[in-house]
RNA sequence: GGUCCGGUAGCUCAGCUGGAUAGAGCAACAGCCUUCUAAGCUGUGGGUCCCAGGUUCGAAUCCUGGUCGGAUCACCA
């Protein structure tokens, strides 16, 4: 906030006259002064006795007599031990407000031709499943991410990688080919993604059943892993796709399509999308020349098999496998290839990754492989680690069917918000549209505000009972102060009100006006810190602050009935500016706010 | 075992670049709808900030050690 600094330039000045001697600023601590107290600011002047040389108390009376009587931004002060609280003058607030006001985009930086370009990695699914709630804790925080770096004026790429290949596809091709033959999902009216992700399922089902039989005959679990038939067709399947066999190409070919038509719509009903999206299939071989060339340059060896090998035992680390014996690529070896690919296509100044927290040791490792192979950008890849998302019994198993699917709750969060705003009335007169549509953005609100509001670095409990609450701190509570406001707004223009532009400086305001002004100014303030620490969890936070402050206003005041008018058009202006930084901080959530609920 | 991350109210979470008496919401209880939307507002009760040391005028916050929980250390992705 603009205030903090310049109000430690004046204290700055004001000790240096007072003592005598010049001070670093940052032993000018200045804070928000706690509810209980009056003020607004409060500098902590402990850091400053030995300068003073005297009291906390006298040090925080003589630099608050000195403020009081030489500038014209403090009002008044109080000194509770060695804490100097100060009240801004109101002029200054309105000064504050009408600057806010002005500038539509406050708080947001536009990015010009020079600013760097970053590229956001997240979602990369794998096309055997249908997504589920892991993803979208993943999704809306990569796309939340990228509006807060966009809103911090650098230029956004989003990117997906689709891990369209590997043993983990064949297997649901071979399940198809065996036990689903002329299965689409226009003959069984299912999901693309939830039908390929049924034949998964189906082939663990017939191949754990083979495991087991093996066993009975007297083989280790080992040895039926590794020899069940099915494993061994989805092997040879695999083979036969590496080799480019037209009829293994093919259904895959037609399995991914399926796939890739439910993940669009998954990615479209939950609001978000990509710029440019990669397949693994392409790229997968491309690491492999990165990591050849390497080997050329020494820095990679191989092994007695063939296998490759990058020694990390210098940064601390193992060793790396980067080449399989026969050849072949793993994970690394493919992000590797990926990373080239990306940066031939665009001038990327930064690469964000968006994925789990399971992977940190990966993506140390690529950061540093990377850097080895001569790409400048690898040292200073960001990878965006988040917890995992667990249910009040616990962990996600696809085993014990505990899954949680991301269609599945989507829609269950919107049908929970028709019922309820049914209940309570609020559908009254509404067209089947505008209920279909409030429904979707009040549903989706709770779930994605749900899920943003948690620090991503900490594991998270998704409780579905809670998260379907839609009363305090959650995404509803501030889609509906929002609506609230809308519809002030509308009633006062239906009956001719005037809406403030320019808050006058001989207005009387008080305090709840002014802790509101305050709040607004910090917005500016509050994206950079989420910029900085790539945390949507900021921006939500901030938000609710602001909306519980509100609406502790919309209730102390009759804003329509208010007799003076220059009161009522500036508490108007005040409604509508919270109502535009509601939106503004919603949408670098990538929460949508609805005009009426 | 090595490395990384976490432990704050009964529950879900803020606060963590050191500052005042540690905050919200949920749940419980008590009030407030002839007044702009009560999905709201007001109040009450609820704490060994995992433990122990250290640094400091001052520690939930920083450091060390311990403890509990999670992740990871694959020729899986």
Request: proline share 3%; with cysteine; charged share 25%.
């Amino acid at each position: 906030m603009n205030l903090e600094k310049s109000l430690q330039a004046i204290i700055a000045k004001a000790i240096e006259t007072l003592y005598g001697q010049a001070v670093s600023t940052d032993l000018i601590q200045i804070s928000k002064t706690k509810k209980e107290f009056e003020g607004h600011l409060t500098l902590v002047v402990f850091p400053l006795l030995k300068i003073s040389r005297q009291s906390p108390e006298q040090t925080a009376q003589s630099i608050g007599e000195y403020l009081q009587t030489h500038t014209s931004e403090v009002a008044r002060f109080n000194v509770i031990k060695g804490f100097l609280n100060l009240v801004i003058a109101p002029s200054v607030w309105l000064t504050e407000f009408n600057s806010i006001h002005a500038n539509e985009n406050f708080g947001f930086t536009t990015a010009t031709e020079q600013s760097p370009l970053v590229m956001i990695e997240y979602s990369s699914p794998n096309t055997n499943k249908p997504l589920h709630l892991g993803h979208i804790r993943n999704n809306l925080l990569g796309f939340s991410l990228s509006r807060i770096l966009q809103a911090n004026g650098n230029k956004i790429v989003k990117t997906n990688i689709v891990n369209d290949r590997g043993i983990h596809i064949c297997k649901s091709m071979l399940a198809w080919q065996k036990w689903g033959e002329g299965i689409t999902p226009q003959s069984s009216g299912k999901k693309g993604d939830h039908l390929v992700g049924d034949f998964y399922v189906l082939f663990d089902k017939h191949y754990k059943a083979e495991i087991a039989e093996l066993i009975a005959k007297g083989e280790t679990e080992d040895s039926a892993k590794k020899n069940a038939p099915l494993i061994l067709e989805a092997q040879e399947m695999l083979r036969k796709w590496e080799a480019g066999d037209a009829e293994t190409v093919s259904l895959w070919q037609t399995m991914n399509g399926w796939v890739y038509d439910g993940f669009d719509a998954t990615y479209k009903a939950m609001g978000v999308d990509f710029d440019k999206i990669y397949y693994e299939s392409d790229t997968y071989l491309l690491g492999k020349e990165v990591v050849l060339d390497g080997l050329q340059k020494g820095i990679v060896y191989q092994r007695e098999d063939g296998s490759v090998w990058a020694d990390l035992t210098a940064n601390g680390l193992d060793e790396k496998l980067l080449l399989r014996g026969d050849g072949t690529s793993v994970y690394m070896t493919q992000d590797i290839g990926t990373a080239k690919l990306r940066f031939d296509h665009y001038p990327i100044d930064k690469m964000v990754y968006v994925v789990g927290n399971e992977q940190n040791y990966h993506f140390q490792v690529l950061s540093i492989l990377l850097d080895r192979f001569g790409f400048e950008f690898g040292k200073g890849l960001v990878h965006f680690s988040y917890g995992m998302v667990e249910l009040p019994e616990g962990k996600m198993k696809s085993r014990e069917g505990t899954v949680v699917d991301a269609d599945d709750l989507m829609a269950e969060m919107i049908n929970t918000a028709r019922e309820t705003s049914n209940e309570l009335g609020k559908l009254d007169n509404l067209s089947a549209d505008e209920i279909a549509s409030i429904s979707r953005i009040v549903g989706l609100g709770a779930l994605k505000y749900f899920i943003l509001k948690v620090d991503p670095r900490k594991n998270m409990t998704f409780n579905p009972k809670e998260s379907i609450d839609f009363n305090g701190n959650t995404g509803p509570f501030i889609q509906y102060t929002y609506a609230r406001i809308c519809s002030v707004l509308r009633k006062a223009n239906e009956s001719g009100i005037a809406i403030g532009s320019q808050a006058s400086v001989a207005l009387g305001i008080s305090g709840k006006e002014e802790a509101l002004i305050q709040l607004l100014a910090e917005f500016e303030a509050v994206v950079k810190q989420a910029g900085n620490e790539y945390s949507p969890s900021v921006i939500a936070n901030y938000v609710y602050d602001l909306v519980k402050e509100y609406n502790q206003f919309y209730h102390d005041f009759s804003i329509l009935k208010e007799e003076d008018s220059e009161m009522r058009a500036f508490r108007l202006m005040l409604s509508q500016n919270v109502a535009r930084t509601v939106k503004k901080g919603m949408w670098l959530l990538g929460i949508d706010v609805p005009e009426r609920m």
